[in-house]
């Protein structure tokens, strides 16, 4: 369960309670995330994640902010995605106090000392090439942008290399004026802590925090025309997803998705692990994964093969499709998906990180935030014949995007497998 209070200010406390635990998770939802940003500051919401460690006025930088939680055993980072940023500690049950002091010291009064920003650039920019030298995640990054088209959701979060360079202190404060306000959002406490308890803290910690929030996202109006997507790379393994358009977070076949999901490609009992890899040894790695945004978003499957392989296993993935689309599901392929959904989610929530994230998240974004219960009920609902509907309508060859990074060279090769 959850219970919300709201500070004078509007700012949402989310308390989400568990017996069952001797850790608290303070996490800060705000909808920051890269998509609110425009080509001139690219980058800048994760360049900001990083610069509200370099310390406020009592945690004056990196080092005592580290000290302090380091000094209690506990954990502390934060994360950017397209449609929020989080920052979150977690710590033993009696340092939540702790948390809260450290939490709202960056987020209050954080100044982005000129001398960090230049330091911090360098960072990035390994960040940027870490990723680069990465194929799983530069393949996923290549597919949004394939999807998304020029638009801040196909956009990566690390941004461009010019931003990156000339961010500046002004630039910083503007963004967090703009968007970091007591409307846009979340603070949430999960764990051993009690509603009263986590009232006391907010209002101690947080309640400076003011502001109304002056900046919108870019709507998608359409999906991007380009199917193919070959990044020639001299890599030992080749790297690929197939995928489709998809269902936006708040479609009614959400949780559908979801399930088709774990169906395809979500487990080792599912098509793609069962057909693919272990029938043909056609990969190591292969899954089949969704996204789901307020307006937008796909289903995808990511795979790892020999680099002689790889046509046929773009063949194999879209067999799996295209079957899926024919024939559908069985009624103990979707009862099976559903124990296993909700089986992963029972155990996430048994760690008061992911608790926080599950409902902090839902909060931040969505008209309503459902409990557990509520959750499975919807979970449950999901029926064969809305599951085979939705792959019957989203599984279509005409759909098919595709992204690749390895040694291969002919692109329109890659794309009459797609035809």
Not at 279 to 287: D, E, S, V
Not at 394 to 408: D, F, T, Y
Request: charged share 25%; hydrophobic share 40%.
């Amino acid at each position: 369960m959850y219970t919300i209070t709201k500070l004078a200010s509007g700012l949402p406390i989310l308390t989400a309670s568990s017996a069952s635990t001797e850790s608290v998770t303070v996490l800060v939802f705000a909808g920051a995330g890269s998509r609110y940003e425009t080509q001139k500051d690219r980058g800048i919401s994760h360049f900001l994640e990083h610069m509200f460690f370099k310390g406020g006025n009592k945690y004056r930088n990196t080092k005592e902010v580290s000290a302090a939680i380091d000094g209690v055993g506990g954990d502390f980072n934060a994360f950017t995605g397209k449609e929020y940023a989080g920052y979150y500690v977690k710590v033993a049950a009696e340092q939540a106090r702790l948390a809260c002091d450290v939490l709202s010291d960056m987020l209050l009064h954080a100044s982005f000392p000129p001398e960090e920003i230049e330091k911090e650039r360098g960072v990035i920019m390994e960040e940027e090439r870490m990723y680069q030298d990465t194929p799983m995640y530069r393949s996923g990054w290549d597919f949004e942008e394939l999807l998304y088209g020029d638009h801040p959701l196909g956009w990566d979060t690390i941004g461009t290399e010019q931003v990156i360079k000339t961010v500046t202190q002004a630039d910083f404060q503007n963004h967090k004026d703009k968007l970091y306000t007591a409307g846009n959002l979340v603070v949430t406490f999960a764990g051993k802590i009690n509603e009263a308890e986590a009232s006391s803290f907010a209002e101690e910690y947080f309640a400076p925090i003011a502001g109304t929030q002056r900046q919108q996202f870019q709507p998608l109006k359409d999906y991007g025309k380009k199917r193919v997507f070959l990044r020639t790379k001299n890599t030992e393994q080749a790297h690929l997803v197939l995928g489709v358009p998809g269902v936006s977070a708040l479609h009614d076949d959400y949780f559908a998705q979801k399930l088709l999901a774990v169906i395809l490609g979500g487990n080792m009992s599912s098509r793609m692990f069962l057909n693919i890899r272990e029938a043909k040894g056609l990969c190591y790695y292969i899954a089949t994964e969704v996204d789901s945004y307020l307006d937008a978003g796909s289903l995808s499957t990511r795979a790892g093969v020999d680099q002689s392989r790889m046509k046929e296993a773009i063949a194999a993935i879209r067999h799996e499709y295209e079957a899926c689309a024919a024939s559908g599901v069985t009624e103990e392929e979707l009862a099976r998906a559903k124990s296993y959904f909700k089986g992963k989610i029972t155990l996430s929530l048994e760690d008061s990180e992911e608790r926080a994230h599950f409902y902090g998240k839902q909060q931040l974004l969505y008209p309503r935030t459902r409990d557990i219960p509520e959750y499975f009920a919807e979970i449950d609902r999901v029926t064969v014949p809305q599951v085979n509907a939705l792959a019957a309508r989203l599984l279509q060859p005409a759909s098919l995007r595709l992204s690749v990074i390895g040694k291969e060279e002919d692109s329109a090769g890659l794309e009459a497998l797609l035809s």
